[in-house]
């Protein structure tokens, strides 16, 4: 065996030697022990001479990004400003009492300022400009289609809510009354008197649902359709109203779980949609010309036409081969005014009843070209229906198939004078493309798309994944803004990468719409999914702008959006887009990179708004990072100028 062990050294415990060596060691400690301390007080010396630099470094060098700590600007009279870097959450409440001259959250010098437009600018649609429009052809109404402005052209500026502007009334309050300040123009209320479109009350406009074919109110006229199809049973979730007006079909449709993509050009009726954004109704600026409509193929399962004055007839029947297009397999075409029941109306109408009844006869030999089956004409009302599939129609068409194509190809895509091939069946009874659940079951019931493997690199388990990450994310959301919370705080809202609808789907139980985009820079075309979901959405670019008015949304959200248009348009641009569409105080959630955001925070923090970055759901770990941003309130100032401009 081993002999004893030998004394475990410890630092509290001196060697043995060491009482016999100590004694000559003595003078070279003390020697050390002088020099440490001539250097310590050399050090503090040194620093206390160059101030708080060394802290200054470190500081500038570790990023750091809080949950809860953020540097905001805080609400304060007009004569002063400051900011504050403690753990006070973003206000996103309404209340009108924001400062428009905060300080920003970074050092004064880095940050670009964006200064408010010019009041003429209130209304701007860049891609609508009615300036730009009369270079282009009137044919056709082509000068009313997209026509953007070039690059050297694009505002730097804010567009300027006009002088009054208030925040809209609750929805469903929204769609009978609108603020006048907020569209100040009464045209309507003389152009269209008769017909119960819109009325002037004091500080408000009030919208009786009446429509130039439905003077007796939308419910009604809805209540008539009803009686015609079934609109109770959710085989109907998704509706286009063509040549909208100020959408009362479509605001009255959403009581019945129908939700309408409405539409209307920038004419004469300048404020058509802008008065159905006002009341919360989804609606965009368009027109059917020469271009196709921006959504994919069998989107909506019933088309409409309330005299829109769209020429079916002419052009070959191009407008009704775009309606094809885009009607689902079984659904319906509705159309009301001329020329439907022209002999009792054409006196009314002021037409001769020999034209009146050869544009019958033009919109009847199309649609059977196209297919279709007319299932009634009743009043003032007349039903076609699209087949379910081609099976029978290909033997006894008129119309020639298009060649292969993609149909759901729709963003500056020309109209074409070819029917648009359904999928391929096997028999006459099967429904081309897959049948759709009913309504709600549609919403999270896997859609045909993904389940015929026609979405590239999209499977059943990716969207059901993709669905339960949407519920985690929302959840995390309404922690930061608890707003969202809030039945009725937000009503228009847009997602500007919406992929299959997911961020959507989670919200479908509030009274609000979300208007999904698809880029068409994106990997995958997945706007169709949405619309076999039994949402809404369109196609778009954000290196344009939006073919939308100002202040449209109460809240904007932005999925990496900032991560797909790198090197292909400016950050400040789609920036400067997003706070011309958001409404005052409305709200912002943008996810992407945190490098990305640190470059988005420092360009919202020259917009104005209030912003902070915090964490990912799943923690301080992952790189994505998110931003909630308010958009403070701030108007033109009132003026002799923007006064003039109310009633011109």
Same mark, same amino acid.
């Given at each position: 065996m081993a002999g004893p062990s030998p004394p475990y050294y410890t630092p509290l415990s001196k060697p043995p030697a060491a009482a016999a060596t100590s004694y000559w060691k003595k003078p070279r400690l003390y020697s050390l022990a002088v020099v440490t301390i001539l250097c310590s007080l050399s050090y503090l010396f040194g620093a206390w001479q160059h101030g708080g630099a060394t802290t200054s470094i470190v500081r500038a060098t570790i990023p750091c990004f809080p949950s809860t700590n953020a540097t905001t600007k805080t609400h304060s009279s007009p004569s002063s400003s400051h900011t504050s870097t403690t753990t006070t959450e973003l206000d996103f409440a309404t209340h009108h009492s924001a400062d428009d001259g905060a300080v920003a959250a970074v050092p004064e010098e880095t940050i670009k300022k964006y200064p408010p437009c010019d009041i003429k600018y209130s209304e701007y649609t860049p891609c609508e400009d009615t300036n730009r429009s009369l270079k282009f052809d009137r044919d056709r109404l082509i000068y009313r289609e997209r026509h953007c402005p070039e690059k050297d052209e694009l505002l730097k500026c804010r567009v300027p809510a006009p002088h009054g502007y208030r925040n809209p009334f609750k929805w469903p309050l929204s769609r009978d009354l609108v603020w006048y300040a907020n569209v100040p123009h009464k045209e309507l209320t003389v152009e269209k008197a008769v017909q119960n479109w819109i009325r002037y009350e004091g500080d408000r406009f009030r919208f009786p649902g009446g429509g130039t074919m439905f003077p007796n109110g939308a419910g009604a006229y809805i209540d008539d359709i009803g009686k015609l199809i079934n609109l109770k049973d959710g085989s109907i979730r998704t509706a286009i109203d063509t040549g909208c007006g100020v959408a009362s079909w479509g605001a009255y449709l959403l009581s019945r779980n129908i939700l309408a993509m409405s539409f209307a050009p920038r004419d004469t009726h300048e404020a058509q949609v802008q008065f159905a954004l006002e009341r919360g109704v989804p609606t965009l600026i368009g027109v059917i010309a020469s271009k196709r409509l921006p959504y994919p193929s069998r989107s909506f399962d019933m088309a409409h036409c309330s005299r829109c004055l769209i020429p079916w007839g002419q052009y070959d029947g191009t407008y009704l081969i775009e309606v094809d297009r885009v009607l689902r397999p079984g659904g319906y075409w509705i159309l009301s005014g001329p020329p439907v029941n022209w002999k009792n109306h054409w006196k009314g109408w002021q037409r001769r009843a020999e034209d009146l009844n050869a544009e019958r006869m033009q919109i009847e030999n199309i649609t059977k070209s196209l297919c279709w089956k007319k299932l009634v004409e009743k009043g003032d009302i007349a039903i076609w229906q699209k087949p379910t599939n081609h099976f029978n129609c290909k033997k006894f068409?008129?119309?020639?198939?298009?060649?292969?194509?993609?149909?759901?190809?729709?963003?500056?895509?020309?109209?074409?004078?070819?029917?648009?091939?359904?999928?391929?069946?096997?028999?006459?009874?099967?429904?081309? /493309? /897959?049948?759709?659940?009913?309504?709600?079951? @549609?919403?999270?019931?896997?859609?045909?798309? $993904?389940? @015929?493997?026609?979405?590239n690199g999209v499977t059943p388990e990716t969207f059901q994944q993709n669905s339960r990450l949407w519920i985690k994310r929302i959840s995390y959301y309404k922690t930061v803004n608890n707003q969202l919370g809030q039945v009725g705080r937000y009503r228009n809202i847009l997602d500007m990468n919406a992929f299959l609808g997911g961020f959507a789907s989670s919200l479908i139980e509030d009274p609000l719409w979300v208007m999904n985009i698809v880029p068409v820079e994106a990997k995958v075309n997945t706007l169709g999914v949405i619309y076999e979901r039994g949402l809404i959405g369109t196609y778009h670019s954000w290196c344009e702008a939006m073919s939308t008015y100002p202040r449209t949304y109460d809240l904007i959200h932005a999925d990496s959006v900032f991560t797909l248009y790198k090197n292909r348009c400016?950050?400040?641009?789609?920036?400067?887009?997003?706070?011309?569409?958001?409404?005052?105080? /409305?709200?912002? $959630?943008?996810?992407?990179?945190?490098? $990305?955001?640190?470059?988005?925070?420092? $360009?919202?923090?020259?917009?104005?708004?209030?912003?902070?970055?915090?964490?990912?759901?799943?923690?301080?770990?992952?790189?994505?990072?998110?931003?909630?941003?308010?958009?403070?309130?701030?108007?033109?100032?009132?003026?002799?100028?923007?006064?003039?401009?109310?009633?011109?």
């Amino acid at each position: 065996m081993a002999g004893p062990s030998p004394p475990y050294y410890t630092p509290l415990s001196k060697p043995p030697a060491a009482a016999a060596t100590s004694y000559w060691k003595k003078p070279r400690l003390y020697s050390l022990a002088v020099v440490t301390i001539l250097c310590s007080l050399s050090y503090l010396f040194g620093a206390w001479q160059h101030g708080g630099a060394t802290t200054s470094i470190v500081r500038a060098t570790i990023p750091c990004f809080p949950s809860t700590n953020a540097t905001t600007k805080t609400h304060s009279s007009p004569s002063s400003s400051h900011t504050s870097t403690t753990t006070t959450e973003l206000d996103f409440a309404t209340h009108h009492s924001a400062d428009d001259g905060a300080v920003a959250a970074v050092p004064e010098e880095t940050i670009k300022k964006y200064p408010p437009c010019d009041i003429k600018y209130s209304e701007y649609t860049p891609c609508e400009d009615t300036n730009r429009s009369l270079k282009f052809d009137r044919d056709r109404l082509i000068y009313r289609e997209r026509h953007c402005p070039e690059k050297d052209e694009l505002l730097k500026c804010r567009v300027p809510a006009p002088h009054g502007y208030r925040n809209p009334f609750k929805w469903p309050l929204s769609r009978d009354l609108v603020w006048y300040a907020n569209v100040p123009h009464k045209e309507l209320t003389v152009e269209k008197a008769v017909q119960n479109w819109i009325r002037y009350e004091g500080d408000r406009f009030r919208f009786p649902g009446g429509g130039t074919m439905f003077p007796n109110g939308a419910g009604a006229y809805i209540d008539d359709i009803g009686k015609l199809i079934n609109l109770k049973d959710g085989s109907i979730r998704t509706a286009i109203d063509t040549g909208c007006g100020v959408a009362s079909w479509g605001a009255y449709l959403l009581s019945r779980n129908i939700l309408a993509m409405s539409f209307a050009p920038r004419d004469t009726h300048e404020a058509q949609v802008q008065f159905a954004l006002e009341r919360g109704v989804p609606t965009l600026i368009g027109v059917i010309a020469s271009k196709r409509l921006p959504y994919p193929s069998r989107s909506f399962d019933m088309a409409h036409c309330s005299r829109c004055l769209i020429p079916w007839g002419q052009y070959d029947g191009t407008y009704l081969i775009e309606v094809d297009r885009v009607l689902r397999p079984g659904g319906y075409w509705i159309l009301s005014g001329p020329p439907v029941n022209w002999k009792n109306h054409w006196k009314g109408w002021q037409r001769r009843a020999e034209d009146l009844n050869a544009e019958r006869m033009q919109i009847e030999n199309i649609t059977k070209s196209l297919c279709w089956k007319k299932l009634v004409e009743k009043g003032d009302i007349a039903i076609w229906q699209k087949p379910t599939n081609h099976f029978n129609c290909k033997k006894f068409h008129k119309t020639p198939f298009c060649p292969a194509q993609d149909p759901d190809k729709a963003w500056y895509t020309d109209l074409e004078t070819c029917l648009t091939p359904l999928p391929e069946v096997s028999n006459n009874e099967e429904v081309a /493309g /897959g049948e759709l659940k009913k309504w709600p079951e @549609r919403l999270n019931a896997v859609p045909p798309r $993904i389940t @015929r493997r026609t979405v590239n690199g999209v499977t059943p388990e990716t969207f059901q994944q993709n669905s339960r990450l949407w519920i985690k994310r929302i959840s995390y959301y309404k922690t930061v803004n608890n707003q969202l919370g809030q039945v009725g705080r937000y009503r228009n809202i847009l997602d500007m990468n919406a992929f299959l609808g997911g961020f959507a789907s989670s919200l479908i139980e509030d009274p609000l719409w979300v208007m999904n985009i698809v880029p068409v820079e994106a990997k995958v075309n997945t706007l169709g999914v949405i619309y076999e979901r039994g949402l809404i959405g369109t196609y778009h670019s954000w290196c344009e702008a939006m073919s939308t008015y100002p202040r449209t949304y109460d809240l904007i959200h932005a999925d990496s959006v900032f991560t797909l248009y790198k090197n292909r348009c400016e950050m400040e641009d789609i920036m400067l887009e997003m706070d011309r569409i958001l409404r005052p105080e /409305g709200s912002l $959630i943008i996810r992407d990179d945190v490098d $990305i955001l640190v470059k988005v925070k420092k $360009i919202a923090d020259g917009l104005n708004w209030e912003s902070k970055i915090v964490d990912h759901e799943d923690g301080p770990l992952e790189r994505e990072k998110l931003l909630f941003a308010v958009k403070l309130y701030w108007t033109a100032p009132a003026s002799s100028d923007q006064d003039e401009h109310k009633t011109s």
